[in-house]
């Protein structure tokens, strides 16, 4: 069965903290993304990355960066935790061509 | 970037009945995929369904259909028999090899089903 998994289901970080968000795919996906989704935005893609240490910026990245130094593995980072970051984070993962699947998203409030 | 739409914010649906919605997107591109996916009230995103543009036929899984308009560039979701479970967030969803391989989303259509 696949898998996507993140590392933490609620986060509830201060304002100004380095915050890091893991998410992992367990089946040898080229394709992984971060998105976020707020009520009425639907899903608005931060970052994607199509190969290791290859990343893409979407519509929205700024305050964020990401990592992918494993295939498996991405990472989206908010360098300094604002109140405007509060939101579900999504992590997906995908075939060149395939559709894709998500993990349990974090939903990460910033006081 | 793409465009996609999704028109209806909120369906309802009588259980057992059968409800369609609706997503139009905008493109040039002739060669892309076109997915519809649920997510269930505080629950995982999940692939429903999909569809590949130069495939005249449309997609079907158990109770989920598409009708697939290339030419309108309509790409609509039916679920027959409609269950309690399938009472979730329908989001449908665009993805060209052309344009970067990202996905594009709509905003979404909240599904209530009535018991």
């Known amino acids: 069965d696949v898998k996507v998994t993140q590392s933490s289901r609620y986060l509830v970080k201060r304002t100004g903290e380095k915050v890091f968000l893991e998410c992992v795919q367990d089946?040898?996906?080229?394709?992984m993304f971060w998105y976020r989704q707020d009520p009425g935005l639907g899903l608005r893609l931060i970052y994607f990355?199509?190969?290791?240490?290859?990343?893409e910026k979407g519509d929205i990245p700024e305050g964020y960066s990401v990592s992918r130094e494993k295939k498996e593995r991405f990472s989206l980072i908010l360098e300094s935790a604002s109140t405007n970051q509060t939101s579900m984070y999504l992590c997906a993962s995908s075939t060149q061509r395939g559709g894709q699947y998500f993990g349990p998203g974090t939903r990460l409030t910033v006081l | 970037a793409q465009t996609v739409t999704q028109s209806q914010p909120e369906m309802s649906v009588q259980e057992a009945e059968t409800v369609t919605l609706s997503c139009t997107y905008d493109t040039s591109e002739s060669d892309y995929y076109l997915f519809w996916y649920k997510q269930p009230p505080s629950r995982q995103m999940i692939l429903v369904i999909r569809?590949?543009?130069?495939?005249?036929q449309n997609a079907t899984e158990n109770r989920f259909s598409v009708n697939f308009q290339k030419a309108a560039k309509s790409f609509s979701l039916k679920i027959s028999d409609s269950q309690l479970g399938d009472a979730a967030m329908y989001f449908c969803?665009?993805?060209?090899?052309?344009?970067?391989?990202?996905?594009?989303f709509g905003t979404g259509t909240s599904l209530t089903v009535i018991p």
């Open positions: 089946m040898d996906h080229e394709n």
């Open positions: 969803a665009y993805r060209s090899p052309l344009s970067g391989n990202q996905f594009y």
């Open positions: 990355s199509y190969d290791v240490k290859m990343k």
């Open positions: 569809q590949e543009a130069y495939k005249q």
